[in-house]
């Protein structure tokens, strides 16, 4: 039997999961927390595996809760890593628009980042876009001078540091099997053992609808997992990219295409493309879980969905197999870009929530059940706007939770 309390249990140390506990424990500090993770290291998984961009918040429809969180949380996350020494770079990103269609998108993408207040986002002419980035070629250009880059590794790591320092538990290797209640107590059971607490915070990433269902709580929502691949650019063709370079983006998907980004590792990524993944930490392309692809056969969104957007799926999966395809949507950005050019590199999975009609779900989904609080869409710009997440969520808490200075 547990021989602990504690009043919060927050499942899922990723960069989320952190940032809740962190600012929890700065501001309630005589709770008793603790933060279960399935994995041996914290921010194993989307956290560890993604472009390291801190977005400025230009894509979001103005109102929405990733409008709002990403824009404030683009200062946070600058000011977070300053304060704490951990690299962070502020590089800019140029948006560029290569047909008619997409100047009119790019347009429509101005007025949205201008109604969000992203600062500094404005229009460059051909001068300005070849001083910004000289190899790229496109009809129309927005640049947003704020964007930067990080490696979110780091800040994960320092998230949890910060959570020990204020008296918080991290449990590794402790995957949720069940859950149980007992009056106003939540028994967490784990592979390592059981976990007794008053309140619950789901923060599982690629598995958050799963545990919401371990505990008993129904979602019109299921977790389909995209595998995102990239590729880098060989030392020698760094030089084409001096910053961020990214397509007008299809306002039709939450994905922002396929794009060249400087990273704080020392070198050049070019991509992430989105296919289906036959496992929820599928990483590579053999990867398969029969259990994670059942589930998502069987939703009925996903069907809903995949006979919308079954073009772009075949796209996709053609772009995945097929470098010279992968290139040509590079080309569009940096001509002088060839084949030769890219090497691989690693990808990430992107937990993308999908409801029962087949709609991409495009904005946060917090849900409130008793007892417990449950992140279950938080994809990019999750990582930028952690921070603001944490704090929203330890508000929530304090509300649902009657949690005690």
Not at 10 to 36: R, S, W
Not at 49 to 66: A, Q
Not at 330 to 344: I, K, M, N, R, Y
């Amino acid at each position: 039997m547990p021989t602990t309390k504690y009043d919060i249990v927050i499942i899922g140390a990723g960069i989320i999961g952190l940032a809740t506990g962190m600012k929890l424990l700065e501001q309630f500090p005589k709770i008793n927390l603790a933060i279960l993770e399935k994995d041996s290291k914290e921010g194993s998984q989307q956290s560890g595996h993604n472009s390291g961009v801190i977005h400025s918040g230009i894509y979001y429809k103005p109102g929405s809760l990733k409008a709002k969180f990403c824009v404030a949380g683009r200062a946070s996350m600058t000011r977070f890593c300053e304060e704490n020494e951990i690299p962070v770079r502020t590089c800019g990103k140029l948006i560029v628009a290569t047909d008619i269609a997409g100047e009119e998108r790019l347009q429509a993408l101005e007025e949205r980042g201008t109604a969000n207040q992203v600062q500094g986002l404005r229009f460059v002419n051909q001068d300005e876009m070849l001083e910004i980035e000289p190899h790229v070629r496109a009809r129309k250009a927005l640049y947003a001078p704020g964007t930067g880059i990080v490696d979110y590794r780091n800040v994960t790591a320092i998230y949890a540091d910060r959570v020990r320092s204020l008296g918080g538990k991290i449990f590794f290797n402790s995957a949720l099997t069940g859950s149980k209640t007992i009056g106003s107590t939540t028994i967490l059971e784990t592979e390592t053992g059981e976990y007794e607490c008053s309140n619950v915070i789901n923060c599982a990433g690629l598995h958050s609808d799963l545990v919401a269902e371990t505990m008993g709580v129904k979602t019109d929502l299921r977790i389909i997992p995209f595998r995102g691949e990239y590729y880098k650019l060989r030392k020698e063709s760094e030089f084409l990219v001096k910053g961020l370079i990214y397509p007008v983006p299809d306002p039709a998907f939450p994905f922002l295409g396929v794009h060249l980004t400087q990273t704080m590792k020392g070198w050049v990524e070019a991509g992430p493309n989105a296919v289906l993944a036959a496992k929820r930490e599928g990483y590579r392309k053999r990867d398969f879980s029969f259990n994670d692809f059942i589930r998502t056969l069987t939703f009925p969104g996903f069907w809903k969905m995949s006979v919308r957007e079954w073009k772009t799926g075949l796209w996709e999966i053609n772009r995945s197999l097929r470098k010279g395809v992968f290139l040509d949507s590079l080309q569009q950005l940096v001509p002088e870009l060839s084949v030769d050019d890219l090497a691989g590199t690693g990808s990430g999975v992107r937990a993308q929530a999908v409801d029962r009609s087949g709609n991409l779900i495009d904005d946060f989904r917090i849900e409130e059940s008793p007892g417990a609080i449950h992140v279950l869409n938080a994809p990019s710009p999750g990582a930028t706007s952690s921070l603001v997440i944490g704090q929203h969520i330890a508000e929530l808490s304090a509300r649902n939770f009657s949690l005690a200075i």
